[in-house]
């Protein structure tokens, strides 16, 4: 058996957000050198990257955590932003993770050089690797509207993702084009601090209501002294997510839905003024899109200061948005219009075997096996890569359980079972069109435009119930992979 402290046995992690320092904790327990490559100056992925006003995790912080790493500080049942991204600073420094990271040096090139990965980054350095992890995350690439004008615009104007903290929005007419769960946030925190909001909604949402919880000092010191407490809500706060949402978005006709739906109705009433209810009011069936979560939205947009301006835009001038004829004048233009979810790794440059490009193998839309691996490209996995349940499970849970899956393969490989590990072109087509049938009776599919959907309109994430996730994860098909050829 290969020692999995050998040099030969180096991974290369590419990005050190949430799955990228969980990979580091895990290759360093499992004894594996790696080397984490790093775009930014800190760890925290979109955490680092999104400092929006209102920002904060819509999933329950107690399941937003690594399961070997319980938060007991926790401010609240759904956490600011800030303290999301401090949690990954801290995880990371505690366990060693940041000397191993190279900050500042985006790879921008991967070639499978017959054995080993070749890694270049944008520094201009070239090493090699046995492995490669990308953990490189699915919303950072932000997506800037294609809207008539938009350079024109004179003031102040940014992505969600790329919020300017030297403008002060205090007192100013401000703009919001998009409405997802960015938007509303931005729409509820901004709103008190603004002279006028205008915000620009193409397609009403489902908000589901949920009560902002803050832990008291004495539960949070329970949390401290009694692990098990801790793990106990972690579990079933788990349990219940998976077996309850996460399966009843795979079946468009489950009564769950329904009732969320019907919660959703509920929160809508709310809104006194009846075309203003009207113009809130979603067309479509609630989860279609991605379930927006907030508790004070509709008191935000009921504001004498907030405009909720739904007719089409049909340019943007020096001064403002031009709506249904209407100049709407504005100070600074915010665009919440949400992320490219398709590049992943790219624009690096990928090569696997016999000089395919990723690209040319994705230029319809990416798609991989089982979310982790795709022919052609031995030794290279992937962590919430594409076809990953994005709208199903904590993204933490799953890249935990995918970091598990990988390193049964590489150890499998490396007890001299396979030559490499490439997954076969069979057992990729066979998940993929299974996963393609699947797709279509889940609930992203019954009629809305979303960001959960491919260039054909078929939803693109992980269409299996969770206990399905769990045994391909626990247990890898290894027959699935090739006995390959150098
Ligand atoms: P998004 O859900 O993709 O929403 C983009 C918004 O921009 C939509 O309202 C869209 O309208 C609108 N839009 C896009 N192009 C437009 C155009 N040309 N003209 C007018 N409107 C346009 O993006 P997001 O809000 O940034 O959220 C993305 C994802 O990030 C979320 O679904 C979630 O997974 C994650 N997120 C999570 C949290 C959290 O609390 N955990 C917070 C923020 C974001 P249409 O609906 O008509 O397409």
């Known amino acids: 058996m290969t020692s999995r402290s050998g040099n030969d046995n180096t991974f290369a992690v590419i990005g050190a957000g949430m799955s990228g320092v969980l990979a580091g904790i895990k290759l ?29 995790c819509d999933v329950p912080s107690h399941i937003y955590s690594y399961s070997f790493e319980l938060n007991p500080d926790w401010s609240e049942f759904t956490s600011p932003g800030s303290e999301v991204q401090e949690y990954f600073e801290r995880v990371s420094k505690r366990y060693g993770v940041d000397s191993h990271i190279r900050f500042n040096e985006a790879v921008t090139r991967c070639t499978w050089m017959g054995d080993r990965w070749e890694i270049e980054t944008e520094k201009g350095t070239v090493e090699h690797f046995r492995w490669v992890i990308a953990a490189t995350g699915i919303l950072h690439h ?21 919020w300017d903290h030297d403008v002060s929005i205090e007192g100013k007419k401000v703009g919001l084009i998009g409405t997802g769960s960015s938007g509303v946030q931005i729409t509820a925190a901004v709103a008190p601090e603004v002279e006028k909001l205008s915000v620009f909604q193409r397609t009403a949402q489902w908000i589901v209501p949920n009560e902002r919880v803050v832990y008291t000092e004495e539960e949070k010191e329970a949390f401290r002294t ?13 349990t219940a997510f998976n077996d309850g949402f996460a399966t009843s978005v795979i079946d468009g006709n489950s009564e769950l839905l329904d009732d969320i739906q019907a919660r959703c109705l509920e929160a ?20 279609c899109k991605r379930l927006v979560v907030s508790h004070n939205f509709y008191d935000a947009v009921q504001r004498a200061n907030v405009d909720i301006v739904t007719a ?18 504005l100070d600074i233009l915010v665009l919440a219009t949400g992320f490219h979810v398709d590049a992943f790794m790219r624009p690096m440059n990928i090569t696997g075997r016999n000089g395919i490009i990723l690209d040319e193998v994705w230029k319809d839309w990416p798609s991989a096996y089982l979310s982790i691996a795709v022919p052609e490209f031995p030794n290279f996995f992937m962590l919430n890569g594409p076809n990953s349940p994005v709208g199903n499970f904590s993204l933490i849970q799953t890249a935990e359980m995918q970091f598990d899956y990988v390193l049964k393969v590489v150890d499998h490989i490396n007890q001299g079972n396979l030559d490499l590990a490439v997954i076969s072109q069979e057992a990729y087509e066979r998940f993929d069109a299974e996963r393609y049938e699947a797709a279509k009776g889940t609930v992203w599919a019954t009629g809305c435009n979303s960001w959960y959907l491919d260039n054909n309109g078929v939803p693109f994430a992980w269409p299996f119930p969770f206990s399905r996730f769990r045994a391909e994860m626990e247990a890898p098909k290894l027959e699935d992979y090739e006995p390959a050829k150098r």
């Open 268 to 287: 809508l009433e709310t809104v006194q003024d009846p075309e203003l209810k009207e113009k809130l009011r979603p067309t479509y069936k609630a989860a």
């Open 28 to 56: 360093m327990e499992a004894g594996y050198p790696f080397q984490i490559f790093e775009k930014a100056d800190r760890v925290g992925g979109t955490w680092r990257e999104n400092t929006y006003p209102g920002i904060a």
């Open 312 to 329: 089409d835009i049909e340019r943007i001038e020096r001064n403002g948005v031009r709506a249904g004829g209407e100049l709407h004048e």
């Open 142 to 162: 932000p997506k800037y509207p294609n809207i008539d004008g938009l350079a024109d615009f004179e003031g102040p104007m940014f992505h969600t993702a790329r």
């Open 226 to 238: 009694d692990a098990d407490l801790l793990r106990t809500l972690h579990t079933e706060m788990s």
